[in-house]
């Protein structure tokens, strides 16, 4: 199992651009996450998942869209990138049988709004 | 909501003992969370209470009090890929809210 991929690595924008964070899970879980990171800060919920073709607001959702077409899949959106939007993006799974609800993540990913 | 707390930065020497204190106010409560995450990397589970008193997992062991809304992370017998974040995390229903993290930093 791959567990949680994310693309891209890296990304740069301008502000105003809009772009598309890619995350996919291969552990058929139903939960999937997308939080940001700040320096010296907490994760911060975005938005979240509980299967394909539900999503809901968690904290801090202002500037961004997600859907969920499958359970595999849970793209992040940005439309009219802003400096504030810099951050490292974090997206995440977690299982429903068992279970603590434990969460697993993907690697990040590292934009700059400039 | 949730009000979560945690030290910003601690530091040892290797070999030695770290306790790392998380406090939480919260409406609700199903289980509280230990991730570890090294710098520029995701992070990675390291414990989960949901019943108050201790869990240990080889040199990592973590503590519970849910009526002093209250956890600790014990890091014994430090060693220097200890040095990272460790991240405090309350669990309700299916969604966390973590706290800001200890850096730990491991002095040879």
């Known amino acids: 199992n791959a567990g949680v991929t994310q693309t891209p690595k890296f990304r740069i924008l301008k502000i105003g651009q809009s772009m598309t964070l890619q995350c996919t899970q291969d552990m058929n879980h139903n939960y999937m996450y997308w939080y940001r990171q700040d320096p010296g800060m907490g994760l911060k919920l975005i938005y979240y998942?509980?299967?394909?073709?539900?999503?809901d607001k968690g904290e801090v959702p202002n500037g961004y869209n997600v859907s969920r077409s499958t359970t595999e899949d849970f793209p992040l959106r940005l439309e009219l990138a802003a400096p504030s939007q810099t951050s490292v993006y974090f997206c995440?799974?977690?299982?429903?049988?068992?279970?603590?609800?434990?969460?697993?993540f993907g690697p990040g990913t590292r934009l700059t709004v400039t | 909501g949730q009000n979560i707390d945690q030290p910003t930065e601690m530091t040892a020497t290797e070999g030695a003992i770290v306790q790392i204190n998380c406090t939480y106010q919260?409406?609700?409560?199903?289980?509280l969370f230990w991730y570890q995450q090294h710098a520029g990397e995701a992070p990675t589970f390291l414990s989960y209470?949901?019943?108050?008193g201790l869990e240990e997992k080889g040199r990592f062991s973590s503590f519970l009090s849910r009526s002093k809304g209250y956890s600790y992370l014990l890091l014994k017998e430090l060693q220097m890929k200890d040095s990272a974040s460790y991240l405090c995390a309350v669990r309700r229903d299916y969604k966390l809210s973590f706290g800001a993290g200890t850096t730990v930093t491991v002095r040879a």
């Open positions: 209470n949901v019943l108050d």
């Open positions: 998942s509980v299967g394909a073709g539900i999503t």
């Open positions: 919260t409406s609700g409560f199903n289980g």
């Open positions: 995440a799974s977690s299982p429903t049988t068992g279970s603590s609800y434990e969460q697993y």
